[in-house]
């Protein structure tokens, strides 16, 4: 079945430092791979998604992920973090039965040190 | 309106109660999804529309749940005989043809 694992629950991170999110799928086919972010009380915003051609993604604010085949992930990346980075972060894949639904992982909740 | 809009923002019912979730999606965008996330968990599909048809309702969790869609806009989803499970964040998405959700910031059902 179709899933998707974000195995940190949550990551604290000194403000600057460099950040990594995991995320791992299992797909029967070529994904479509997303990052979205939920700030408190927010919906959720499309960080950047990878649909086919370069493994390497840009998005917004800095954000960057990598989707590597072999090992079924796609983790996001930051070099350097910012106090408002501070949020709860959703890997999701898809589609589905020519649908974009989308399945999402459990989140992880990044905390950012001054 | 620029973005998706769900109302209201938070609901407070009591158990056995019927509620009414709604939302405005962005105009033009064909495609309209509801979404579950309950405490500590990811996001729960629960149902798509396709202008005002339903192609796949399998996550709705029970028949206690139902929604609609009218004129390609507005969508509804009802939860009759509300129970405590109940109790989540409810998130509204709509598309355009290509890729790409806006999700709405969501109802607070708290069912008590």
Same mark, same amino acid.
């Given at each position: 079945?179709?899933?998707? =694992?974000?195995?940190?629950?949550?990551?604290? %991170?000194?403000?600057?430092?460099? /950040?990594?999110? !995991?995320?791992?799928?299992?797909?029967?086919? =070529?994904?479509?791979?997303?990052?979205?972010?939920?700030?408190?009380?927010?919906? /959720?915003? /499309?960080?950047? *998604?990878?649909?086919?051609?370069?493994?390497? %993604?840009?998005?917004? *604010?800095?954000?960057?992920?990598?989707?590597?085949?072999?090992?079924?992930?796609?983790?996001?990346? *930051?070099?350097?973090?910012?106090?408002?980075?501070?949020?709860?972060?959703?890997?999701?894949?898809?589609?589905?039965?020519?649908?974009? *639904? /989308?399945?999402?992982?459990?989140? =992880? !909740?990044? =905390?950012?040190?001054? | 309106?620029?973005?998706?809009?769900?109302?209201?923002?938070?609901?407070? @019912?009591?158990?056995?109660?019927?509620?009414?979730?709604?939302?405005?999606?962005?105009?033009?965008?064909?495609?309209?999804?509801?979404?579950?996330? $309950?405490?500590?968990?990811? &996001?729960?599909?629960?149902?798509?529309?396709?202008?005002? $048809?339903?192609?796949?309702?399998?996550?709705?969790?029970?028949?206690?749940? $139902?929604?609609?869609?009218?004129?390609?806009? #507005?969508?509804?989803? @009802?939860?009759?005989?509300?129970?405590?499970? +109940? $109790?989540? #964040?409810?998130?509204?998405?709509?598309?355009? #043809? +290509?890729?790409?959700? @806006?999700?709405?910031?969501? @109802?607070? &059902?708290? #069912?008590?």
């Amino acid at each position: 079945a179709q899933s998707v =694992t974000q195995p940190d629950i949550h990551i604290t %991170v000194s403000e600057g430092a460099s /950040l990594e999110l !995991r995320c791992n799928y299992s797909y029967g086919a =070529t994904p479509y791979l997303f990052w979205y972010v939920q700030s408190p009380g927010q919906g /959720l915003q /499309l960080l950047l *998604k990878y649909f086919s051609g370069d493994t390497l %993604v840009q998005g917004i *604010k800095g954000f960057e992920a990598e989707f590597k085949r072999s090992q079924s992930s796609f983790n996001l990346r *930051k070099p350097s973090v910012h106090w408002s980075d501070a949020a709860e972060y959703f890997c999701a894949v898809g589609p589905f039965q020519g649908a974009q *639904k /989308l399945v999402f992982g459990q989140g =992880t !909740r990044l =905390t950012i040190n001054p | 309106g620029a973005g998706v809009s769900q109302s209201p923002s938070n609901k407070v @019912t009591e158990k056995g109660k019927d509620v009414e979730l709604r939302c405005d999606p962005i105009s033009g965008h064909t495609a309209l999804y509801w979404y579950r996330q $309950s405490l500590g968990q990811g &996001l729960e599909f629960l149902i798509y529309f396709q202008g005002n $048809s339903a192609p796949d309702k399998s996550g709705l969790p029970s028949d206690r749940f $139902s929604a609609e869609r009218t004129g390609g806009s #507005v969508s509804t989803l @009802t939860i009759q005989r509300t129970q405590q499970e +109940d $109790s989540a #964040v409810y998130l509204c998405a709509s598309s355009p #043809v +290509d890729w790409g959700y @806006t999700f709405g910031s969501g @109802t607070r &059902l708290t #069912v008590v």
